[in-house]
């Protein structure tokens, strides 16, 4: 943001940094189907699917600071999956980078780690096999790992000179935190968590409704959830799971737990916006199983996007 102030000052183009973000995301889709061998119309049609058919749609129409984070984390998280796939060695170091930087705009995105760490591992194998064993493997992934773990520790720094704790970042802080019981995270919350994000829109007075805090029906809100489940379920049925698949599903279910614990699953909201967040690591599983989209995929697809405009729509100009 420090160049936008120094030009803008407090008039900074907030808007038009989140919809950039939102574009760039959609290119990253789009680029992630085409490397996994999709077709060019077809990874148009995925790309928009990504952006277009979850909750960032709604997310983008807002400049706020959190929207904002969230579609930075978003877009970085698409990078780090699309750099680590790469053939290119240089765009490796990239990847764990991204992560890193996506870290810092919501934290829960280090869950991913470990599965980059596989895959970097994966990409090095392939060049050298002789790297073999915990130690070499570690040694030859140390100078990837170097400049990700300099963020890190800045972050932490950071924190610790802010906060006098290197985890906290100011959440604790926020009136919502500091007159509850259990604290910001506990799995006291993650019950009524759950109950909240399998609400149905209802209607009231002839109208549809749609809860405006703690979400609602997530698997409606981003129907890439049900895509996704189907995906892997197929694929751990039909076929055993390499390594870093399994990570990466041990990831998204750790992710899922830890957003149960957090008080809040936020407000003013359309959907079930954090959920978001494990949609960039779905959209990279799904998009390198490289399986046929069949009608019931396209017709979720259909539906995800025309219920997130219309949602959009209701939301900002309706409401």
Known sequence: MIPFVLVFGEQ??????????FMASYVVGYALARRHGYSDAL????????VLGCNMLEASHYGGVWNMAQMMAFLLTLLSFWYISSKNRRHWYASLICLALAV????????????????LYGRLWEEKPEINGIWPAIR???PFAAAPAAILLGYAAYNFVRFGDIFEFGHNY???????????????????NMANILRLPYFQEAMLVFPIFSGFAFFIANPIYLIW???????????RLILDE???????FVHFALLLMHKSFGGWQFGTRYLCDLIPAMYFFIVSQRHRVGMGTAAVMIFAVVFNIYGSVV???LS
């Open 12 to 21: 900074t183009p907030s808007m038009f940094i989140v919809f950039a973000l």
């Open 43 to 50: 990874s148009a049609c995925l790309g928009a699917f990504l």
């Open 104 to 119: 810092g705009c919501r934290p829960f995105q280090l869950v991913y780690a470990p599965v980059l760490l596989c895959m």
């Open 140 to 142: 030859a992934m140390l």
């Open 174 to 192: 926020l009136p919502e935190f500091t007159d509850s019981v259990y604290g910001q995270f506990s799995v006291h919350y993650m019950r009524e």
């Open 229 to 239: 489940g189907e995906r892997a379920l197929v694929t751990a049925v039909r076929r």
């Open 246 to 252: 399994g990570l990466l599903l041990a990831a998204f």
């Open 315 to 317: 939301f900002h100009v």
